[in-house]
């Protein structure tokens, strides 16, 4: 008998999901969420010990290994039995019985095109009718094992790239890379460490064999695309910012050492533009649909460089902005990637403090992520606590509780959580924060302006990314990161890296279009446009 | 208040309205240029500085009053030097070869010119034989060289080595930018290593004051 339909509510809003079988048939519920890629928390080894696992019944029956049978609506620990086949049942999944995700990556992404069912990589059904969409990201890698005969992605699995701890960003990794021995010590750490792992979870979790993988398509920002095949990157890390190859590249999984899949497996690797606005923005723009726009859009994905592409009149304009690693936590007191124990959302109540947080779950409160930094630059301004210029209104500050002010060494700072010095945000977090969010906000107005549009002339903003996922996208606007736009405008469309990556795999065609892009694309060196370092510095403060 | 305590705190506030009104008004009152820097320019940006070093404003407020202050002194520039008014002191400062982030320099440049030192921007992506040549041009007491890239660091001892060879000993370098370190700056054998423009200055004037006692270029 088939195995059970189930359908699950997500935490947060998200979209109710159908539970994927998988190819082997689950021995618990647990299992199937297991296989389906969203892993309960089964710390307790699903002995049924804890309830780590605990699952919301809103319809449907679950009969336990004790043969006894529960009905809607009731808690039920998922390891300790299954929806019968053949039935229907409707859960919850809470957020605390989500495992750790660790890290928090973003696998899923919004699909702006349609796409032809003719895959890029020879297929022969029943033998060899699997493919590989891979984003290679600085931080983190996701690997998505696709049917080729359906273009369903059977399997996902992500990790953090295992680089990370060689070289935290892309310039120390170019600097690195720059010495032979450590170029090679980065691929071996990509090929070896990272993908080759992921690849033989995604197929063994969804019980395909090696053999059945008939290629590949890897997304990636232009260092990774380098590092992966093992050549110099040394030339991007200075002016004129050269890359050694930007085009349409096609490998065999041997030539990469990818021992894990057949040597003769074609691996092709996506064209970029330039050595800062990659392969990875390419899939980007191939996967929102951002080509086929009726009117001006822009693609931006926010990180240590924040990158910005405007779709106007035929012609894509590109730049790197230099953001700096604020918005991924890095420089600030208590700043932290999206991983388990983050607060990713700061809620200002009616009267401001207490504010409500929401963590990523797995973890007690281990910082803040980028998305609550931003929830919170546009509350504490509206609520007043805030003045423009990113400082204390000492007014307000003063008299807020005791528990959620602090002063030390770092100034003042004002504690979200009472009990967690995890929460803490002081003015010089502020500063950090303006300098990051002036330098994506000037860098799409200053793009722009070269093209002689306005926000309002807009007609989509696609934001791209893990920052995305999280971000509040009024506040987002409201505290200058964003200015002059309207959430009605914006549309945050996850990993589009990937997404393009999986749409190349699936249809042939794509891949020619994403190369006649970079033919295309104009190349804005903000540093060198008049009126930068004004509308910088204008879009300093807080509006 | 009188214009120039006015234009003071319009720089200081970073309003760069309001400074350039004061500054025009200042030239309008015939207060000569050179007065006009001594006596409002330079103590709002000796301000900013020990503000900045107390932890009072950070560099979001620091860039926005550098900008007020460069308002004002394009108004004062052509008249100072249509005076004849020179600083005491020189500095050349540029980003090195590679790199083309020049924020921070700017800031830096505005910092120093606020401490009254004639500053000569070479810009971004500056060659090492660029600098050797603006050193024997303009003789100053000072070279700032700027990365923001860890990969333009090599750049920073290249240019540093360049400047030695070319047999200007007395010139005192200076260095930063976000991935510097004193460290480095030991390592490559500049003379001083500043962390942020607010520091940049007192180790400008530290150095300046230790070469003119040293030997005057």
């Known amino acids: 008998m088939k195995e059970a339909e189930i359908i699950v509510r997500w935490p947060d809003g998200a979209p109710e999901r159908r539970l994927p079988a998988g190819r082997v048939r689950s021995d618990s519920l647990a299992t199937r969420f297991m296989q389906a890629g969203r892993p309960l928390n089964t710390r307790c080894g699903q002995r049924g010990n804890c309830a780590g696992c605990t699952v919301e019944l809103l319809a449907g029956t679950f009969q336990q290994r004790d043969g006894a049978v529960i009905s809607a609506r009731a808690e039920i620990k998922a390891c300790q039995g299954n929806v019968p086949p053949g039935t229907q049942a409707l859960l919850a999944a809470p957020a605390r019985s989500l495992a750790v995700h660790r890290p928090q990556v973003v696998t899923t992404f919004k699909l702006g095109v349609t796409a032809a069912q003719q895959p890029l990589v020879p297929v022969t059904p029943g033998v060899c009718d699997h493919g590989l969409a891979i984003d290679v990201g600085t931080t ?47 691929r071996h750490s990509i090929v070896d460490e990272t993908l080759t792992p992921l690849i033989w979870q995604a197929c063994a979790f969804a ?143 009616r009267h401001g403090f207490p504010p409500r947080l929401r963590t990523i779950p797995g973890s007690n409160i281990v910082g ?109 606007i409201a505290c200058g990161l964003l200015p002059g736009f309207t959430a009605a405008q914006i549309e945050v469309v996850g990993n589009t890296s990937l997404g393009g990556a999986w749409l190349a795999l699936v249809d042939r065609s794509v891949v020619a279009e994403m190369a ?12 060198r446009e008049p009126g930068f370092e004004d509308t910088f510095i204008d879009r300093m403060m807080l509006p | 208040m ?13 309003k ?30 000796a301000l900013v500085g020990e503000r900045f070093k107390r932890n009072e404003i950070f560099v979001p407020e620091m860039l926005i009053a550098a900008r007020a202050m460069k308002e004002a002194m ?5 008249r100072l030097i249509a005076a004849g008014v020179t600083p005491k002191f020189t500095a050349i400062i540029g980003t090195v070869q590679g790199d083309l982030h020049d924020i921070g320099k700017n800031l830096v440049a505005t910092m120093w010119k606020g401490a009254n030192f004639r500053v000569v921007d070479l810009g971004a992506n500056v060659s090492p034989a660029k600098f050797v040549a603006a050193v024997q ?81």
């Open chain 1, 516 to 527: 006649n892009l970079g033919a295309t694309a104009a190349i804005v060196e903000l540093n």
């Open chain 1, 207 to 349: 019980g395909i064999p090696f053999e059945r993988i008939a290629g590949a398509v890897v997304a990636g920002n232009t260092t990774m695309l380098h590092l992966l095949t093992g050549t110099d990157p040394t030339a991007m890390g200075v002016a004129p910012f050269r890359a050694s190859f930007i085009h349409h590249r096609v490998m065999t999984a041997g030539e990469l050492q990818l021992g894990v899949l057949p040597a003769g497996a074609p691996v092709h690797l996506l064209p970029g533009i330039s050595a800062y606005v990659g392969a990875d923005l390419v899939a980007g723009c191939a996967c929102t649909g951002l080509l086929n726009a009726t009117g001006p859009s822009l693609l931006v994905d926010i990180g240590t460089n924040g990158e910005i592409l405007l779709w106007h009149g035929g012609r894509l304009l590109v730049t790197a902005t230099a953001a700096g690693p604020a918005f991924e936590g890095g420089r600030l007191s208590r700043g932290t990637r999206a991983v388990a124990g983050a607060v990713a959302h700061v809620e200002f109540g």
């Open chain 2, 74 to 78: 394009t108004l004062l520039e052509p």
């Open chain 1, 140 to 186: 983190t890698v996701v690997v998505a094992l696709v049917d080729l005969l359906t273009g369903r992605i059977v399997r996902e699995e992500s990790a953090f790239n295992r680089q990370i701890e060689l070289g935290d960003d892309v310039l120390t990794r170019i600097q690195l890379a720059g010495l032979a021995q450590q170029r090679e010590a980065l």
């Open chain 2, 16 to 45: 760069n309205k309001d400074a350039r009104l004061f500054a025009q008004r200042a030239i309008d009152e015939n207060i000569p240029p050179a007065q006009i820097v001594d006596h409002a320019l330079v103590p709002a940006m």
């Open chain 1, 368 to 476: 803040l992520c980028g998305s609550a930094y931003v929830d919170f630059l546009a509350q504490a301004r509206s609520s007043g606590l805030l003045a423009a210029s990113g400082r204390w209104d000492l007014a307000i500050w003063r008299v807020l509780p005791a528990a959620h002010r602090c002063e030390g060494a770092d100034g003042r700072g004002v504690r979200l959580a009472p009990a967690s010095d995890a929460t803490i945000i002081t003015e010089r977090d502020v500063a950090e924060l303006l300098q990051a969010k002036a330098a994506i906000a000037a860098g799409i107005q200053t793009l722009l302006r070269r093209a002689g549009l306005t926000p309002p002339d807009v007609q989509r903003l696609y934001l791209a990314g893990g920052f995305g996922l999280h971000l509040d996208v009024s506040h987002a």
């Open chain 2, 137 to 217: 041009e303009h003789r100053p007491h000072l070279v700032g060289l700027s990365a923001l890239l860890t990969t333009t660091m090599p750049a920073m001892i290249d240019t540093v080595r360049a400047i030695r060879a070319s047999g200007a000993s007395a010139v005192k370098i200076v260095i930063g930018g976000a991935p510097i370190t004193q460290q480095f700056c030991e390592e490559i054998g500049a003379d001083g290593y500043a962390p942020d423009a607010g520091s940049a200055v007192d180790k400008a004037s530290e150095l300046v004051a230790a070469g003119a006692i040293d030997s005057p270029p």
């Open chain 2, 2 to 14: 009188t214009t120039l305590e006015q234009l003071s705190e319009a720089i200081s506030l970073g």
